[in-house]
Nanobody, 122 residues
Framework: QVQLVESGGGLVQAGGSLRLSCVASGRTFSRYAMGWFRQAPGKEREFVAAISWSVGYRYYGDSVKGRFTISRDNAKNTVYLQMNSLKPEDTAVYYC???????????????WGQGTQVTVSS
């Protein structure tokens, strides 16, 4: 099992930026794919981005392509989500996830963090 702790959420105006961090502990971090999901009130959990464990292939949800960037630092057991040009519709709780593959379905991921709130005001 991998323990995940997110940080970096907060309140930002539309057009602004935030960087989320997720620190992992437990099993070998570098062997896991890492991802970010988000969930707004009354909506299903939505795939945001994922990065593979080996060569760092990156995948993004359609709604964030060109605005968000996922990266990882295996030496620090940390995955990041740089969010630029934020919109009010990006408001949600953002969750970090670890798993064997970079799938877009939440069910494909094994371990989850507690989440960090991101609120974008108009």
């Amino acid at each position: 099992q991998v323990q995940l702790v997110e940080s970096g959420g907060g309140l930002v105006q539309a057009g602004g930026s935030l960087r989320l961090s997720c620190v992992a502990s437990g099993r070998t971090f570098s062997r896991y794919a890492m991802g970010w999901f988000r969930q707004a009130p009354g909506k299903e959990r939505e795939f945001v981005a994922a990065i593979s464990w080996s060569v760092g292939y990156r995948y993004y949800g359609d709604s964030v392509k060109g605005r968000f960037t996922i990266s990882r630092d295996n030496a620090k057991n940390t995955v990041y989500l740089q969010m630029n040009s934020l919109k009010p519709e990006d408001t949600a709780v953002y969750y970090c996830a670890a798993g064997p593959t970079t799938g877009w379905r939440p069910s494909e991921w094994v371990d989850w963090g507690q989440g960090t709130q991101v609120t974008v005001s108009s």
